[in-house]
C-alpha cells in the first residue's frame, strides 16, 4: 500500500465548522510536511513537525512519530480553506512522499 | 510569498517535441527539486540537486534531464515528450543538502502534450 495514507479523501465543511484531516504512514518518519494547495495549483506550506503539536491561526498540527500519524485541524473554516490538503514524508535519499490529498470545500 | 520562482506557467505542445522549463530560488538555499503532479494529483519527486550531488528517481524516463548553472536555478529540460508527459511540474527548495528540510515550491508548469 501507500508509504502515506490521508484521510478523508474529501470534506465538506460550512463555514465556521470545525474539521480535522488526518495522515498516516507505513513506517516510522522523521517529519511531516503539511500543504495546501489552492485553485491555481500553488503549494503553500502549512506546518513542518519534527515531533509535537504547532499552530497557526486557525490551523493546528500534531505529530505522533511513534504512532505513525499526523493531524491537521481546522477552525473555524474559511472560504478561503478550500483546496486540497497532502501531507508529506521525509526519507533520506529520496525527498518528499507525499499523500493522495484531502479536498476540502468550504461552503457559505 | 514567492520565492521560488517558474517559467512558464503553461506550454502546449506536440509529441516528439523538446522543451524546458526553468526555475529560480531567491531564498539562498543549497537544494533543488522537480515534482511532477499527475492528473489523480499525486505528486512524485523527479530530481533532487545540489552542487554536489544529483539524485533521480530511477523511475524517471531518460528523456528528462535537470540543467543547473548554479544553486539558484534548476532547470527541467524534456528531449522528446510524450503524451503521458501531460502534468504539473513543480521546482522546489530546501536549505539543505538533506530531504529532511522544510520544502519551498514555486507555482508550477503545466504541460500538455498533444
Known amino acids: 500500500g501507500m508509504p502515506v495514507e490521508q484521510n478523508p479523501p474529501a470534506l465538506s465543511l460550512y463555514e465556521g465548522a470545525d474539521s480535522g484531516l488526518r495522515c498516516n504512514f507505513s513506517?516510522?518518519?522523521?517529519?511531516v510536511q503539511w500543504f495546501q494547495q489552492n485553485h491555481r495549483g500553488r503549494l503553500i506550506t502549512l506546518f513542518y513537525?519534527?515531533?509535537g503539536t504547532k499552530e497557526n491561526g486557525r490551523l493546528k498540527s500534531t505529530f505522533n512519530s511513534k504512532e505513525r500519524y499526523s493531524t491537521l485541524h481546522i477552525k473555524d473554516a474559511q472560504l478561503e480553506d478550500s483546496g486540497t490538503y497532502f501531507c508529506?514524508?521525509?526519507?533520506?535519499?529520496?525527498?518528499?512522499?507525499f499523500g493522495l490529498g484531502t479536498r476540502v470545500s468550504v461552503f457559505p | 510569498e514567492t520565492a521560488v520562482f517558474q517559467t512558464p506557467n503553461y506550454h502546449v505542445t506536440q509529441v516528439g517535441n523538446e522543451v524546458s522549463f526553468n526555475c529560480k530560488q531567491t531564498?539562498?538555499?543549497?537544494?533543488m527539486y522537480w515534482y511532477k503532479q499527475d492528473s489523480k494529483k499525486l505528486l512524485k519527486i523527479m530530481f533532487s540537486?545540489?552542487?554536489?550531488?544529483?539524485?533521480v528517481n530511477e523511475t524517471v524516463p531518460r528523456r528528462f534531464s535537470p540543467q543547473s548553472s548554479d544553486k539558484a536555478h534548476l532547470n527541467l529540460r524534456i528531449k522528446s515528450v510524450e503524451p503521458e508527459d501531460s502534468a504539473v511540474y513543480l521546482c522546489?527548495?530546501?536549505?539543505?543538502?538533506?530531504?529532511?528540510?522544510?520544502?519551498?515550491f514555486g507555482h508550477g508548469t503545466k504541460l500538455s502534450v498533444l
Open positions: 513537525l519534527a515531533q
Open positions: 531564498l539562498g538555499h543549497d537544494t
Open positions: 508529506a514524508v521525509h526519507n533520506y535519499a529520496q525527498g518528499l512522499t
Open positions: 513506517t516510522t518518519m522523521k517529519s
Open positions: 522546489a527548495s530546501s536549505l539543505g543538502q538533506f530531504s529532511n528540510e522544510r520544502l519551498f
Open positions: 540537486y545540489n552542487n554536489k550531488q544529483l539524485i
